[in-house]
């Protein structure tokens, strides 16, 4: 492929919309006759629910109906298992699932219990305090450990204790190695609950149109093809009955791909049940309990490394809160087992998790979706690792990575795309290398630190790798079509959320059909554009997505060639494709464009010939075997001041490999923010619970997120190793960025404050200021 504009640093062909207001969102959607919900959603954490009084709801003016759990009758059905777990032998999996609407008892606070519709929202919701609901309230189960004890409250009743998974996963002899280990070191690692934050809340409109016996229904859905399918199941339609939209989605980050959530099953059947349109839109306390969570888990972990800092073995056993049900299956604690294995060479690895039930919002992937917790714990594993051994921080890393021909490297235990955690590509020493360069680490750590320190201001530095997988199945689909005006419509079945594919995907066209970027239409997230397809996660838009768009390219590309040979009576040899037309190579007057060509494609007269269809179009598929992994190193000086701990980042270095690039300012962007997510994640952002489940911050004003003033400018830098298991060589992106910022803080905030030399660890996330003020404290007293 050429490079005109495939690589090519291209503006996004969305923005103009997005910038001037013209990009639908799912508020923008005002239908006649609307009616609006609002939802009673429990303020306790675990009760028994013993009676529910819809009656003063139903005389305020302006209600229209009032539903329960009851009401629903046969509709109400625990969601579907999204994410069957994969086949590890000897694992425990208890699937629970959630309910539309809490019936008999309620599992954590924010759990719906009844809906009001009305004619306006404000109406819906002073109607919600009509409602009386009594409970019997029953004790909570927030502490992990407490979870697992004999005598603990339990979730489900049904199941006898908290375990919603446990899984064993091994490779080599850990013990073997321990015992021949220099050094064993083992510490206990946390990571506390967060949230994703999207600048878009969720958002649900249903219209049910009887005479068409349609539904059609905007979703800020990251999957609309699985909503689609899960609801025409459920309301008894036919898939084509039923067509889901997810428009402009103003940031999705995993939790939106969880279907079905309680308000995308109820409002299509209240539409249906009404027949009136109605609409939800999702508002920011509820999104802090009612959209789904991520992150917190308790790693016991282990590392047994030999004099010269090689790594022998890893032993990890570690808690992964669940929170209420768990619809995601295992996704998010198979990524923190796969992931902790990074880039390095560790022979003998033993990794066993228990999910447990809480009575916590339900956990799903956010974007990292459990990657940073194994990378947290292996690259704070090998600092302290260097500290014991007296090696530097950097030089254990590079002791032990992959080398560059040991791949396809098979790490042997099984990953979420069920297949064997094998990364297909990569070259992760000379990314090191770059990122050492970039951040300036000898002449930081020799000089400029010193000198520094001599003056009293305490800086330090940090370092992580990792390596993540992308770009899994089961597979996406295009459509490309050339219409007759000489432009090109590209559909496909995920959803988009910001990630720019509007540009990337026309970017693919562009360069197969030798048209105009901005000539290229691309439609994502309407099922009746695009039949088929799984959605927008795990980074795999670019990958899965990308290389369906270049199969259909291509085959529309091949016919334009056939059609035009046909026409001019030459061999398709002598023919280039470039500017909207079909040229003779040598003779550009003699040209045919695009546009004509999709005419001829077309036969107005005379038989279609056997094996050929009508339309300069195509549709195709791409499934890659399986994921590919992209690896990156993040590096990172800051101040911290002595007194108020509060950090500056000095330095910030990025140095990415994910394949063949299609945009790199797409990419940058995309590293850019999943930086700042990391940011929040490692510095600012934690839901915090008090022992009955309550959450106590669920506010923006409570709960920190980074602004644009404390995400530093970035030095962002790539390697080009591309995947061997997709055409255009592609691995994922888009979640690269977030993955290693924790164990950078920590690092760098030791360093800086020079706690190693205290006694003082940093081992969990967040470290915000007061925490670290209160692990100093601790330590001190120690
Ligand atoms: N890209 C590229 N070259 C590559 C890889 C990616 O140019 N080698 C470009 C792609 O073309 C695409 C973008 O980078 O436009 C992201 O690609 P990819 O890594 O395939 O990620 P997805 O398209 O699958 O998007 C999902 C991913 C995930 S999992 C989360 S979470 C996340 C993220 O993307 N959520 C986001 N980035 C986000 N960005 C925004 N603005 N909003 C979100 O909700």
Redesign the pocket.
């Known amino acids: 492929m050429t490079t005109r504009f495939f690589g090519a640093p291209i503006k996004r062909n969305e923005d103009k919309k997005l910038l001037t207001g013209r990009a639908l969102f799912i508020d923008d959607v005002e239908l006649p006759g609307m009616v609006h919900a609002a939802f009673l959603r429990s303020q306790v954490a675990h009760a028994r629910i013993k009676h529910i009084d819809v009656s003063e709801a139903l005389k305020r003016d302006g209600v229209i109906a009032v539903y329960t759990a009851h009401d629903l009758g046969p509709y109400w059905q625990p969601g579907p298992l999204l994410v069957p777990p994969p086949p590890i032998p000897g694992s425990i999996f208890n699937t629970r699932t959630h309910v539309p609407l809490a019936k008999d008892m309620i599992r954590c606070a924010g759990e719906p219990i009844a809906i009001v519709v009305a004619e306006n929202r404000y109406i819906a919701e002073d109607a919600l305090d009509d409602i009386a609901v009594e409970l019997q309230i029953l004790p909570a189960v927030v502490d992990l450990e407490k979870a697992l004890q004999k005598g603990s409250a339990l979730v489900h009743d049904d199941l006898g204790n908290n375990v919603a998974a446990h899984v064993r996963q091994t490779k080599g002899d850990y013990a073997r190695a321990a015992a021949k280990a220099h050094r064993t070191i083992k510490r206990r690692f946390r990571y506390e609950h967060g949230i994703s934050s ?1 600048i878009e809340t969720r958002g649900v409109v249903a219209q049910w149109d009887a005479r068409a016996e349609h539904m059609t229904v905007w979703d800020t859905t990251q999957a609309p093809v699985f909503v689609r399918n899960v609801l025409a199941g459920a309301l008894g339609l036919g898939e084509a009955q039923v067509r889901v939209i997810a428009p402009f989605v103003g ?4 939790p939106k791909i969880m279907m079905l959530y309680p308000e995308e099953a109820t409002l299509p059947w209240m539409a249906m049940r009404l027949n009136r349109p109605i609409k939800w839109i999702e508002d920011r306390f509820e999104h802090f309990v009612a959209t789904t969570h991520e992150r917190g888990q308790i790693h016991d972990a282990e590392i047994a490394v030999a004099k010269d800092g090689r790594i022998l073995g890893v032993k990890d056993i570690f808690l992964h809160d669940n929170g209420a049900y768990n619809p995601y299956g295992l996704t998010v604690p198979i990524n923190s087992q796969c992931t902790l294995l990074g880039p390095y060479v560790i022979p003998a690895y033993d990794s066993t998790f228990t999910s447990v039930f809480t009575s916590l919002t339900i956990v799903t992937p956010y ?1 990292g979706a459990g990657r940073q917790h194994g990378v947290f714990v292996i690259e704070r594993l090998l600092d302290l690792a260097a500290r014991e051994l007296g090696i530097d921080p950097a030089e254990i890393r590079r002791r032990n990575l992959i080398p560059k021909d040991a791949f396809p490297f098979n790490n042997e235990i099984i990953y979420q795309d069920f297949a064997p955690l094998s990364y297909d590509s990569g070259n992760y020493e000379p990314v090191l290398d770059r990122a050492l360069a970039a951040i300036g680490y000898d002449h930081f750590i020799k000089e400029e630190q010193p000198k520094l320190r001599a003056q009293g201001r305490c800086v330090g530095v940090g370092l992580a790798c990792y390596v993540e997988g ?2 899994i199945g089961p597979y996406e689909g295009a459509k490309v079509q050339v219409r007759t005006n000489g432009k090109v419509s590209v559909a496909t079945g995920v959803g988009t ?5 509007f540009t ?1 995907f026309a970017q693919i066209v562009a360069e197969q059909l030798g048209v105009d970027v901005t000539d290229v239409d691309i439609v994502t997230g309407d099922t009746d554009r695009f039949y088929w397809g799984a959605g ?8 899965v997505a ?1 290389n369906a768009v270049n199969e259909a390219s291509l085959v529309v590309r091949k016919k334009a060639l056939k059609l035009a040979s046909e026409a001019f009576e030459c061999s398709e040899e002598d023919l280039v494709l470039a500017d909207g037309k079909v040229s003779i190579i040598g003779i550009p007057e003699k040209f045919i464009r695009l546009g004509e060509l999709a005419q001829r494609a077309n036969p107005m007269r005379g038989a279609v010939k056997p094996g050929t269809e009508p339309g300069l179009e195509s549709t195709q598929y791409f499934g890659p075997p399986s994921g590919s992994t992209a690896n990156g190193v993040h590096a990172m000086i800051v101040e911290v001041d002595p007194e108020t701990f509060q950090l500056q980042i000095l330095k910030y270095v990025v140095v990415h490999d ?6 790199p300012m ?2 940058e962007g ?1 590293i850019h ?1 999943g930086v700042a997510q990391g940011i929040g994640n490692a510095f600012y952002e934690k839901l915090s619970y008090d022992d009955q489940g309550q959450l106590l911050n669920a506010s923006l004003a409570d709960y920190l997120l980074p602004t644009s003033l404390d995400v530093p400018r970035m030095t962002l830098d790539h390697t080009v190793t591309p995947s061997p298991l997709n055409p255009l060589g ?6 690269a960025g977030a993955i290693p910022v924790g164990p950078l803080f920590a690092q760098a905030i030791e360093d800086a404050l020079q706690l190693g030399d205290r006694g003082i660890e940093l081992l969990e996330i967040p470290l915000s200021p007061s925490r670290v003020f209160e692990l100093i404290g601790e330590g001190k007293a120690e």
């Open positions: 999207p940031g999705g980050f995993g974007r992308t770009g959320q910001g990630q720019g594919h990337s927008t996660f795990a980074s795999r838009g670019a990958v990308g994910c394949g063949t690039v299609i945009n797409i990419l995309q923010g592609i691995k994922g992106a888009g979640e």
